[in-house]
């Protein structure tokens, strides 16, 4: 089901049991020793080290990463699809876990595309010497997030992060928040308005700054109600100076952050999709086991009927999330609306999912030491990822109706 073995390539089905056996092998074992680990307010306490070093010993960090520059070798035609793949299996064992490495995959494909040469050499090998090297991406501000993933396109939505040119360096100054790994990543892309005069998408640059810049401070790990095995966090620019080449796109990063956020909206419907098939398949076994009315659970038509409706769910996510998957990887003109629409529709459908598990489990459903309320936590989270779901709407209605676009809300 879902990822049928039919569509998948020998890369994609080896990519694909290696990962299950990482899931099955490191990841679940690890969250069911310990259910109150996740709640754990220390944030660095929460996922062992392992847990990366076995990610990486299963080759499972350098995807995206270039080939010349120690990563993993994917057929770049099925790019989003393998990517998919592969943050489904994780999403079904941990999706915080999978944020957490989803964010590395999508930002070496940005660095890999818009860095000089020598940066790359640079961070992909500090990168590949340390599995506990994350990276983040650094959009989001305390105002109009959703102003600019619309985007209006009006100097008033500009960025207040600013980046001026001093010499040869740019200082940045300014905060950004609600950033997935932001807490402990060791390399950000930031987003910075760079020319006020003009909207968003003519005067926003991005640049990449290490962790250790002077400047950089990041001031608090944000407690999430689900994905908690990522760490989300806050992060200051106080005249924050990175060298010239650091800079990856001038005044055009909007657009080019389109690399990174198409196959992006796919990863969240990925990770919504293996946080459904974890939910179903642990509800599965619990219906063929428990006993009420003198047989076990699936044999009540109720029972059963809710069980076909969570696999019917799976299966056209996993529909939708493929034909989204195909077109990114096309370059399809179609490929924008449907990576909003399989966002949107795969993070409805997963909640619906989880709720069923969670009733068909009664009361144990709600007990943090089974694991089933979890589930729809994870799922929560992909409501607003990359997007709120009403703005993701809007986006489909933009691309499919034109001449909705606004340039200003009011
Ligand atoms: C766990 C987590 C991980 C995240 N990771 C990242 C990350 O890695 N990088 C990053 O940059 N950001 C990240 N974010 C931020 C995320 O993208 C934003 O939270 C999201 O886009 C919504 O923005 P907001 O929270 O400011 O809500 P707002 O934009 O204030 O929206 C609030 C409500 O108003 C609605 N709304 C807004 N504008 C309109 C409008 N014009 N018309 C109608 N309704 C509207 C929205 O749909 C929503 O329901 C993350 C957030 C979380 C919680």
């Given at each position: 089901m879902y990822f049928q073995d039919r569509y998948l390539t020998d890369e994609q089905r080896l990519m694909r049991d290696t990962c299950r056996r990482y899931v099955d092998g490191v990841v679940v074992p690890f969250l069911r020793e310990n259910r109150t680990r996740e709640w754990d307010?220390?944030?660095?306490?929460?996922?062992?080290p392992e847990i990366l070093e076995e990610a990486d010993a299963a080759g499972?960090?350098?995807?995206?990463?270039p080939e010349r520059f120690g990563g993993v070798a994917l057929e770049p035609t099925a790019l989003s699809q393998t990517l998919a793949l592969v943050a489904t299996e994780l999403a079904r064992g941990d999706s915080g876990l999978a944020d957490k490495l989803v964010q590395n995959w999508k930002i070496s494909v940005l660095i890999s595309q818009l860095a000089p040469e020598h940066l790359q050499e640079e961070y992909f090998a500090r990168y590949n010497a340390d599995p506990q090297f994350l990276m983040a991406h650094c959009l989001t501000e305390p105002r109009g997030a959703s102003d600019r993933w619309l985007p209006?396109?009006?100097?008033?939505?500009?960025?207040?992060t600013r980046a001026v040119r001093d010499g040869d360096d740019w200082v940045i100054n300014g905060r950004k928040h609600f950033i997935s790994n932001g807490y402990d990543a060791s390399l950000f892309v930031v987003y910075a308005n760079t020319?006020?005069?003009?909207?968003l998408q003519q005067g926003t640059s991005s640049f990449l700054v290490p962790?250790?810049?002077?400047?950089?401070?990041?001031?608090r790990c944000n407690e999430t109600v689900?994905?908690?095995?990522m760490n989300n966090g806050e992060i200051a620019f106080v005249d924050c100076r990175v060298p010239?080449?650091?800079?990856?796109?001038?005044?055009d990063a909007l657009a080019k952050a389109g690399i990174y956020f198409r196959p992006g909206k796919v990863l969240v419907a990925a990770k919504s999709l293996g946080i459904g098939v974890g939910a179903y398949e642990e509800t599965v076994a619990f219906v063929r086991e428990r006993v009420q009315g003198g047989r076990?659970?699936?044999?009540h038509q109720a029972v059963a009927s809710r069980v076909a409706d969570m696999a019917t769910r799976l299966e056209a996510v996993g529909a939708l999330l493929r034909h989204a998957a195909v077109s990114v990887d096309e370059g399809s003109p179609d490929a924008d609306v449907l990576c909003n629409m399989v966002k949107v529709f795969a993070s409805h459908e997963v909640v619906a999912v989880c709720k069923n598990a969670m009733e068909l489990h009664g009361g144990y459903g709600a007990m943090l030491e089974v694991g089933i309320e979890k589930y729809l936590r994870d799922a929560l989270i992909?409501?607003?990822?990359?997007?709120?779901t009403d703005v993701s709407n809007f986006k489909i209605v933009q691309a499919m109706f034109p001449e909705t676009v606004g340039s200003y809300a009011g």
């Open positions: 307010m220390d944030p660095t306490a929460r996922l062992v499972l960090r350098g995807l995206g990463v209006y396109n009006a100097p008033s939505v500009n960025m207040d020319d006020d005069a003009v909207g962790r250790e810049t002077p400047g950089l401070e990041v001031v689900g994905g908690r095995f010239g080449d650091h800079l990856l796109a001038h005044n076990v659970i699936l044999h992909n409501l607003h990822s990359d997007g709120t």
